[in-house]
């Protein structure tokens, strides 16, 4: 408060605060920790999203929260009733089930997504023709949306792989996979798994171009075969841009919505039913504030998983 | 609170001055205050068009009342913000119903346009849900769905219309037999097996006003041993929804609402469970196939014949609208016979009022009989709260899954949800 960069004004903010902060580390004054004091401008720039991240999430979110613990159809009177709701949210096998098959779902997705990435991020970054050429290709479902991806899809597997299978005589592959209550999933993952590929490539061709190409040089020296060098210097130098992928896919997949919209409308019968799907249906079928006691148990369960998850990352960030 | 009695003693001064200044000034009373602005809320897609007409046609004609069409905004959050539209024009059903329960919709049962609705028809709007003394809701178009089916087939097959469920089966196994694909299902989407086979298996067999007054009181206990279920009820009916579906074409569980209609267009089956919907999609891909309707026969007495009916618009009024009168005024617009009657033959739906003229498209003329004598019923799959994926269950049901255990894991959401509400 009482340093001289009190009244700093914007554009001279930042060098007149590294000054400062230099004069009270030497003056030694009030700043134990020997930090440069932060300038007052940094906390402007923060404000506007804080702002909006407070009326757009945290806000509404206290909200639903509040609204869990009573019988809100999404208008008119309602009543407190205690914790109902989320007895009633334990005993719906509806609400167990979607929970069951979107963790199922998140984890194998998350574990093609990122074998195949990987091993697509190593061809595309290895000494090969057209590399540029080959990665926009690989880009490319990034940009469409997802929707229109689910409904291309659709048509692939309930006609022109019938037709195929048809054709060609093979009888597993005359009845749609959309319309097998067991094998449904597998549609939505090859689809999803498609759409999130080239994510996780971009990341990984951006780690494995961070590798200085003096190891790779020593380990030639050494006589190290390929498999040796992938397995005991590519992978523990982009360990960090693996688990940045597995964490982002998982958070993206537990949500996963459109691409299931799309291709199966949670069918056959509720075989594919995600949680956001079913969260949704509280506001389509009045059932807003149960939905809402769903919601919030997801909430906490994402909190934990994400806790656990950089508690992981932050051991490995230990190791290395 | 606050807000509203302000504006309501606002328009109540209003009111009041507009009615001295007539009353000394005839001729020019209008002078200075400008016609009340209403919203009028109609979303149906293809009657947008038609209504854009109505309302510009009534704007025209009169300068009391300037109505706005609006067509796309969110009705649930125009309540919840204690701004609806001032006059809404829609499907009636469970969902809307949920606001009328709640005593959102103002009572309109003074109004002479009230008293030309069939009672029997009007009586469907109450099946969903009733507030205490109120007629909330003024049924517009209701929309008659049953068997549709390629009169040609029937015709080059020697078929006759079948009246009982043995004619029925008779017809399916005849058409087998000559080659041609009896029904075209397509069960890849929940709602066309839920609103089709399901409703007309179960519609035409078992009272389901009754069945639902029931299950509503029941409630919790819904179960088992409970009188009525899901399980018990409409163990028979679903049973013989199966025996129809083998005759569906082999790629039902793929094929998509659309595909259905391109099929049944291309004459690839005899028979299609939808409603008049459809018949305005087949027409897109093949104008000239002559088509008819008759309501499946689900038992094997002829007097059990019955359509199955949905409220395809339902005319209302919020309690909490600013301008009642002006809002009125517009119903009695559209609620003249001329124009619900156009209405009704150029969208295919059924006249809700005792003077209203009958269908004369021929496409519907085989369940004109049926509507007129109220032999109809609420789809069953319409009673079931949106929150039960009942579509999804039927969905399975017709893929595979094992009836008793749907049918009673219904019960079983039935029963949870009268536990929470």
Redo the contacts between chains.
């Keep these: 408060m009482t340093t001289p960069m009190g009244p700093a004004t914007a554009a001279t903010g930042t060098l007149l605060g590294k000054a400062g902060g230099q004069n009270d580390h030497l003056a030694g004054s009030h700043t134990r920790r020997g930090k440069p004091k932060i300038d007052r401008i940094y906390y402007l720039f923060l404000l506007p999203s804080l702002i909006l991240f407070t009326l757009a999430i945290t806000v509404p979110a206290l909200v639903g929260i509040f609204y869990s613990f009573t ?1 809100f ?5 309602w009543q407190l ?1 205690g914790i ?2 989320y007895i ?1 949210v334990f ?4 609400i167990l089930s979607s929970y069951l098959f979107t963790f199922g779902f998140a984890v194998v997705t998350v574990f093609v997504v990122n074998a195949i990435a990987f091993l697509l991020a190593v061809a595309l970054t290895s000494r090969i023709r057209m590399k540029a050429a080959l990665r926009a290709v690989f880009v490319i479902p990034m940009v469409i949306s997802a929707i229109v991806i689910a409904y291309v899809f659709k048509y692939l ?3 022109s792989l ?1 037709a195929l299978g048809a054709a060609t005589g093979i009888g597993w592959m005359q ?2 996979i ?2 097998n ?1 067991n094998l449904a999933w597998v549609a939505i993952v090859i689809v999803t798994a498609w759409q999130s590929i080239p994510g996780a490539l971009l990341i990984y061709i951006a780690g494995l171009l961070s590798i200085p190409g003096e190891v790779y040089e020593a380990a030639d020296i050494d006589g190290a075969s390929a498999w040796t060098r992938l397995r005991s210097i590519t992978l523990p130098l982009v360990a960090g841009y693996v688990i940045i992928n597995i964490i982002l896919g998982f958070k993206g997949y537990l949500n996963a919505y459109d691409v299931i919209v799309g291709l199966t ?7 594919t ?1 995600s949680i956001a799907m079913t969260i949704f ?7 807003y504030a ?2 809402m006691a769903n919601a919030t148990l997801f909430f906490i369960i994402t909190v934990l998983i994400s806790i656990i998850q950089l508690r992981i990352t932050r051991g490995k960030a230990a190791l290395s | 609170m606050i807000r509203r009695t302000a504006l309501r003693d606002r328009i109540g001064m209003a009111v009041a001055m507009m009615a001295a200044t007539a009353l000394s000034l005839t001729g020019c009373a209008n002078a200075g205050s400008g016609p009340t602005e209403i919203t009028f809320h109609m979303s149906k897609p293809e009657a947008i068009g038609f209504f854009r007409d109505l309302v510009k046609e009534f704007n025209a004609e009169q300068s009391d009342v300037r109505v706005t069409l609006d067509t796309a905004s969110n009705l ?1 959050a125009g ?2 913000r204690g701004d609806p539209p001032d006059v809404g024009l829609l499907n009636y059903n469970m ?1 809307m119903s ?2 009328m329960e ?3 919709l103002s009572d309109l049962s003074d109004m002479p346009e009230a008293d030309r609705i069939r009672p029997d028809v009007q009586e469907l709007a109450d099946q969903y849900a009733t507030y205490p003394g109120r007629t909330s809701v003024l049924p517009y178009s209701v929309a008659a769905a049953s068997v549709i089916y390629n009169v040609q087939m029937f015709e080059d097959n020697g078929l006759e219309v079948p009246e009982t469920w043995d004619e029925l089966i008779d017809v399916c196994n005849t058409l087998q037999d000559a080659g041609i694909t009896p029904i075209y299902s397509t ?4 709602w066309t097996i839920a609103q089709g086979l399901f409703d007309y298996t179960v519609g035409g067999s078992v009272d389901l006003v009754d069945f639902f007054e029931q299950m509503n009181e029941l409630g919790t206990e819904v179960g088992p041993d409970s009188p009525v279920s899901f399980s018990k009820d409409f163990k028979d009916p679903v049973e013989q929804m199966m025996e129809l579906a083998a005759y569906s074409n082999e ?1 039902a ?4 609402y659309g595909d259905g209609n391109v099929a049944f267009a291309n004459g690839e089956a005899a028979m299609l469970m939808q409603g008049p919907w459809a018949l305005g999609e087949i027409a897109k891909t093949n104008e000239d196939l002559k088509l008819g309707t008759f309501p499946l026969p689900a038992t094997n007495d002829p007097d059990d014949l019955k359509v199955r009916v949905n409220l395809d618009l339902a005319l209302w009024v919020p309690e909490i609208g600013d301008a009642q009168e002006a809002s009125r005024e517009f119903v009695s617009f559209l609620m003249q016979p001329e124009i619900m009657d156009e209405y009704n033959a150029t969208f295919l739906g059924f006249g809700t009022t005792t003077d209203a003229a009958p269908a004369t498209d021929e496409r519907l003329l085989g369940m004109q009989e049926y509507y007129e004598n109220g032999d109809f019923y609420l789809g069953a799959s319409q009673r079931i ?3 039960i ?1 009942a579509a ?2 039927i ?2 049901i017709a ?3 094992d009836i008793d255990g ?1 049918l009673s ?1 219904l019960d ?2 039935w029963a ?1 949800l009268a ?3």
């Design positions: 019988n159809i999404g208008f008119g009177d009733v109902t709701n009633a005993s719906d096998p509806l597997f309930a006609n019938p009845e749609s959309l319309a209550e409308q949670g069918g056959p019968g509720t075989a039913r249906t509280g506001f389509t079928g009045g059932d149960y939905q | 649930s309540f919840l969902e949920r606001f709640r005593g959102a069960f890849s989407e929940p790629s569980p793929s094929r998509t709260h949106l929150s994926p999804n269950y969905q399975a893929t595979g899954a749907t894991r079983a959401d949870r536990l929470r509400e």
